[in-house]
Nanobody, 120 residues
Framework: VQLQAFGGGLVQAGDSLRPSCKAS????????MGWFRQAPGKEREFVAS????????DYADSAKGRFTVSKNNVKNMGYLQMNSLKPEDTAVYFC??????????????WGQGTLVTVSS
């Protein structure tokens, strides 16, 4: 499966944004989806994941209560709704498909990333 992330941008603190991830080549039905982010000079870190079976979700503490991850298998799309954005959310956001996990090594397929910049 090939993934293409898009929908990042420049917003102000407190605003919302919804990065999306378009899958092609194979249905997302076969995969759990994860979102990770990487800020300048930092490691890529887990943000949220959506299980392929049953739709259970998992969030990093930094995302709980503000971000919502979802997947539309009909449209073959994944989404990360981000509300109440903070400057520390500034990063390149990556979508990934694989096994539901906080470990990025368990995701076999990655999108190219979309930049989210939050100004104070």
């Amino acid at each position: 499966v090939q993934l293409q992330a898009f929908g990042g941008g420049l917003v102000q603190a407190g605003d919302s944004l919804r990065p999306s991830c378009k899958a092609s080549g194979r249905s997302l039905n076969f995969y759990s989806m994860g979102w990770f982010r990487q800020a300048p000079g930092k490691e890529r870190e887990f943000v949220a994941s959506f299980d392929r079976n049953g739709g259970s979700t998992d969030y990093a503490d930094s995302a709980k209560g503000r971000f919502t991850v979802s997947k539309n298998n009909v449209k073959n799309m994944g989404y990360l709704q981000m509300n109440s954005l903070k400057p520390e959310d500034t990063a390149v956001y990556f979508c990934a498909a694989g096994s539901k996990s906080r470990d990025r090594n368990l995701y076999q397929h990655w999108g190219q990333g979309t930049l989210v910049t939050v100004s104070s």
